[in-house]
């Protein structure tokens, strides 16, 4: 049974950093491209970043490019993403994605107060 499971969301203040993961278990982790969502309060749920098998290569959304990033440790079956210069409008419920399964975890609420 594919579960994934992030962790890390906490209340922040503008311009702080923070670092989410996502545990996986019930697939082989390293065989799978991994990708962040988030859903910001009264919006739909949006692309954040994904990131290939072996880390060789990393995707940003435009909104998110060269604050944040996206990476795994395949021996531990876990994805991060490290935020840095938080803003407001980083305020979502942050997921994680298995695009292959389908799979997404319960999400972890981030707030950026200005």
């Known amino acids: 049974q594919v579960q994934l499971a992030e962790s890390g969301g906490r209340l922040v203040q503008a311009g702080d950093s923070l670092t989410l993961s996502c545990e996986a278990s019930?697939?082989?982790?390293?065989?799978?491209?991994m990708t962040w969502y988030r859903q910001p309060p009264g919006k739909e749920r949006e692309w954040v970043a994904s990131?290939?098998?072996?880390?060789?290569?990393?995707n940003y959304a435009p909104t998110v490019k060269g604050r944040f990033a996206i990476f795994r440790d395949n021996a531990h079956n876990t994805m991060y993403l490290q935020m840095n210069n938080l803003k407001p409008e980083d305020t979502a419920v942050y997921y994680c994605?298995?695009?292959?399964?389908?799979?997404w975890g319960q999400g972890t609420q981030v707030t950026v107060s200005s």
């Open positions: 019930g697939f082989t982790f390293s065989n799978n491209i």
């Open positions: 990131i290939s098998r072996l880390s060789g290569t990393t």
């Open positions: 994605n298995d695009p292959s399964s389908g799979y």
